[in-house]
């Protein structure tokens, strides 16, 4: 006797279409629906992001800040030959433009410096 005769008989048995599911020990006719799930939470729009010009800074919540671009010559030193170094470096600052402008001055001689190839004359 195969599985559909099995099949057959119980539904015989029971004068309602069970489909597969009888055999299986599930009864869908008693089951509960699954849970609904919850309601998706609405979307909040997203603003376009910030330009360079108006501000970028995600991070800060677009606090004001100060770009400062200074440049440095570095010399060798006298008795001492070799070519200068001009280095310009830029910082940006969410302190004030003074902060930048330091940062960047400082930046600008550390680079050039390290830069700098001397030679004893």
Same mark, same amino acid.
Request: aromatic share 6%; with cysteine; hydrophobic share 35%.
């Given at each position: 006797?195969?599985?559909?005769?099995v099949q057959g008989m119980v539904l015989a048995g029971l004068g309602r279409s069970a489909g597969p599911f009888l055999l299986l020990?599930?009864?869908?006719?008693?089951?509960?629906?699954?849970?609904?799930?919850?309601?998706?939470?609405?979307?909040?729009?997203?603003?376009?992001?910030?330009?360079?010009?108006?501000?970028?800074?995600?991070?800060?919540?677009?606090?004001?800040?100060?770009?400062?671009?200074?440049?440095? %010559?570095?010399?060798?030193?006298?008795?001492? %030959?070799?070519?200068?170094?001009?280095? %310009?470096?830029?910082?940006?600052?969410?302190?004030?433009?003074?902060?930048?402008?330091?940062?960047?001055?400082?930046?600008?001689?550390?680079?050039?410096?390290?830069?700098?190839?001397? %030679?004893?004359?």
């Open positions: 006797m195969s599985a559909l005769d020990g599930f009864d869908p006719v008693g089951a509960e629906a699954p849970p609904t799930p919850p309601p998706a939470k609405p979307r909040l729009p997203v603003p376009p992001p910030i330009g360079p010009k108006t501000g970028a800074c995600p991070e800060r919540h677009c606090a004001p800040f100060w770009v400062a671009t200074r440049s440095h %010559t570095a010399r060798c030193p006298e008795g001492y %030959t070799g070519a200068s170094v001009t280095v %310009t470096r830029s910082f940006t600052s969410y302190l004030s433009l003074n902060h930048a402008e330091q940062q960047a001055a400082a930046l600008a001689k550390r680079d050039a410096t390290a830069q700098l190839h001397c %030679t004893k004359i």
